[in-house]
């Protein structure tokens, strides 16, 4: 954390290096919905690698760049692939990006996953606005000295997910045609897919969909003060629901099921935020 700061400062004033934008939103896709990437106007592509302290991506469904244009008319940043805990990376390095978009101007996060549904009222290809969430990866990117720079020593939680921006989703959504769910998100350290009976606990707990992101960068997100708005993409249902078993190739063919949905809806949202 004796870092942090000048390693955001040296990130933001490399990406501000290589474009004018100063965008106003930020974006982070989930397994295979980085399909939106695809309808940014100008873009400007920087490969993660490229950027000073960035980490990369190893995961399959994650590319590995950053892109700065406009969507809809809005200045946006998007990361093209994400950064999880499972990798081998720290929370503080997973939610890294999140400092670096605030410090070259984002105010609003929207921030995506791929889920497994936890709530059996749930089917694979629901959108589920994010209402809260169980960090029950053990870890936390707040440990360690607070730079008051970054923000305060003991963020406020429980407004993480903005209530006007869920509003605004789930109007969205209804004006399309189709419902959202709402939910509880349980982010868990992965990389192995919940038991039954881990599922089970979870479900009393009172979670909807569980996956292994999001959390540490909704919780840095928070601690900076952005707004945030969280979707996640029910990929499949979780482990015991249904009798078969669970792999990586049926969350990203749900993820591309559901993309036409997901994409129309994303690009009503974003002239709204």
């Known amino acids: ?63 590995g760049d950053l892109l700065i244009g406009t ?9 093209k692939g994400r950064f999880h805990m499972y990798e081998g ?19 609003k996060l929207l921030v995506t996953n791929a889920a497994g549904g936890i709530n059996t009222s749930y089917e694979p290809g629901d959108l589920m606005v994010i209402s809260d969430h169980l960090n029950l990866t053990g870890r936390n990117p707040l440990i360690g000295a607070n730079d008051s720079r970054l923000g305060v020593r003991f ?30 998100y349980a982010g868990l350290l992965g990389p192995n897919y919940e038991t039954p009976a881990e599922i089970r606990m979870l479900r009393t707990m009172g979670a909807d969909a569980v996956g292994m992101s999001t959390v ?22 979780a482990a015991g629901i249904l009798d078969q078993p669970l792999s990586h190739d049926e969350v990203m063919e749900t993820a591309d099921k559901v993309k036409d949905a997901f994409l129309k809806l994303v690009l009503a949202l974003i002239p709204k935020m």
Not at 71 to 79: F, Q
Not at 159 to 180: D, H
């Open 1 to 63: 954390m004796n870092h942090a700061y000048e390693h955001i400062q040296e990130a933001a004033s490399y990406i501000q290096s290589r474009t004018s934008a100063r965008p106003e939103i930020g974006l982070i896709l989930g397994s295979g919905l980085g399909v939106l990437a695809d309808l940014v106007e100008n873009p400007v592509t920087i490969p993660y690698r490229e950027i000073p302290h960035f980490p990369v991506s190893t995961v399959e469904g994650h590319a």
């Open 71 to 79: 969507i809809e008319g809005r200045a946006v940043v998007m990361m």
């Open 89 to 107: 990376y720290g929370p503080e390095v997973t939610a890294f990006p999140v400092r670096v978009m605030k410090a070259i101007g984002a105010e």
């Open 155 to 184: 963020p406020d939680m429980s407004q993480a997910y903005s209530p006007r921006l869920r509003q605004l989703a789930k109007a969205t959504a209804e004006g399309q045609g189709f419902s959202l769910r709402e939910g509880v």
């Open 216 to 237: 540490s960068e909704v919780i840095v997100a928070s601690h900076a003060g952005l707004e945030v708005l969280g979707i996640s993409c029910i990929s499949n249902m």
